[in-house]
């Protein structure tokens, strides 16, 4: 069956730090991956996505997601988190074999002290 | 101004009572979803449109229908077979050859009273 776990609820991070909030999935094909983000009592937008290609993506805001197959991972990083960056982030997942279905991870909060 | 609108913001909606909720684009995408969101679990699928007069149901439909009149038009109808319908509810659409990519609208909070 396919699936998406972020392992965790929540993340706290302290402003300037390097963040990453973890993905991991499981598909029968080749994966299209995902990060949505989403602030409060708002809809998501799109941060990045991975389809092919280079491992390392970079998406809005200075985000980038790192494909890892072997892991079946897609860790969302920033090198210096920003207040603002505090959010709830999902991960999403499409098997290329399916149409228009977007299987989707539970979020994470993330929260950047000052 | 382009983008999705959602409206109302808020519903309440007594027990054994059908509401609608709006969703418009001014996109042009052809696709157009429906997705419940709860505490703690991802968005789920309620049902998608990839053209007018055309939809199809996702894993939750039950309790739930839609129609698809006009390209930028997605209305959701929360009836009273649906037994838990408190949740936030998200609107999205697509354009038909990046259905991956899906510009979201701000939601609507549907409480049952």
């Known amino acids: 069956a396919q699936s998406v776990a972020q392992p965790e609820d929540q993340v706290n991070v302290a402003e300037g730090n390097p963040l990453t909030v973890k993905c991991t999935y499981s598909?029968?094909?080749?994966?299209?991956l995902f990060w949505y983000v989403q602030y409060p009592n708002r809809g998501l937008q799109f941060l990045l996505k991975?389809?092919?290609?280079d491992n390392l993506v970079k998406g809005s805001y200075g985000f980038e997601a790192e494909f890892n197959k072997s892991q079946t991972s897609f860790h969302l990083k920033k090198p210096s988190a920003l207040v603002s960056d505090s959010a709830l982030y999902f991960c999403?997942?499409?098997?290329?074999?399916?149409?228009?279905?977007?299987?989707w991870g539970a979020g994470t909060k993330l929260i950047i002290k000052p | 101004d382009g983008g999705i609108t959602q409206s109302p913001k808020y519903l309440f909606r007594k027990e054994g009572q059908n509401v609608t909720l709006s969703c418009e684009q001014n996109?042009?995408?052809?696709?157009m979803y429906w997705y419940r969101q709860d505490p703690g679990q991802g968005l789920r699928l309620i049902y998608y449109s990839q053209i007018v007069n055309d939809f199809q149901k996702g894993d939750i439909a039950e309790g739930y229908s839609v129609s698809r009149e006009k390209k930028e038009s997605f209305p959701l109808t929360v009836t009273s077979a649906q037994k838990n319908p408190t949740a936030f509810y998200l609107c999205?659409?697509?354009?038909?050859?990046?259905?991956?990519?899906?510009?979201f609208g701000p939601g609507t909070r549907l409480t049952v009273l």
């Open positions: 991975y389809i092919t290609g």
């Open positions: 598909v029968s094909g080749n994966p299209y």
């Open positions: 996109l042009n995408h052809d696709a």
């Open positions: 999205a659409s697509s354009t038909y050859s990046s259905t991956d990519t899906q510009y």
């Open positions: 999403a997942v499409r098997d290329i074999g399916s149409n228009y279905q977007l299987i």
